[in-house]
């Protein structure tokens, strides 16, 4: 039988283009409680949502694909700050400018950036600097 796990989420949409009630098929196809703190949601605009999901752990691994498939950036830090690498271009501004390295080049040979969460501080340096909007803060 597995544990009941509670993980705080910071949900990053791009574009809420999801025509899918998120919350409601959280808590019905995917049996969690959820208890939302922050949110800022409207159908043009970006936005964010601070929440706590508890469940089992294998119910909260399937609602995390759930809302990937949505287009939403999850944060499992449940830190304010997101990185969506779709976004990205990889041009490397943010890397200087980050104190912690949580933004960094993960490979030498092709420059591709990657996103720490753990080493985020939430600084907010890489917002500032980046030039595509791929760093976001909820806060
Ligand atoms: S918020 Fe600060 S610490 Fe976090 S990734 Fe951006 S620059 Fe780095
Ligand atoms: S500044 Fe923005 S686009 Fe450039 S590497 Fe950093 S996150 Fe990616």
Redesign the pocket.
Known sequence: MSQTLTKKLVLFFPRYDCEQPIIYRLVKDHNLIVNVYRAKVTPEEEGYLVLDVTGDGQDIDNAMEFIKSCNVVVNHSGKGVS?DEH?????????THCPTDA?HVADPATRR?AFDEDECIECLA?IK????G??ASAF
């Open positions: 990185w976004r990205c271009a990889h041009c490397g501004q943010c890397v933004l950036i890489c600097v980046c030039p595509f791929a760093c």
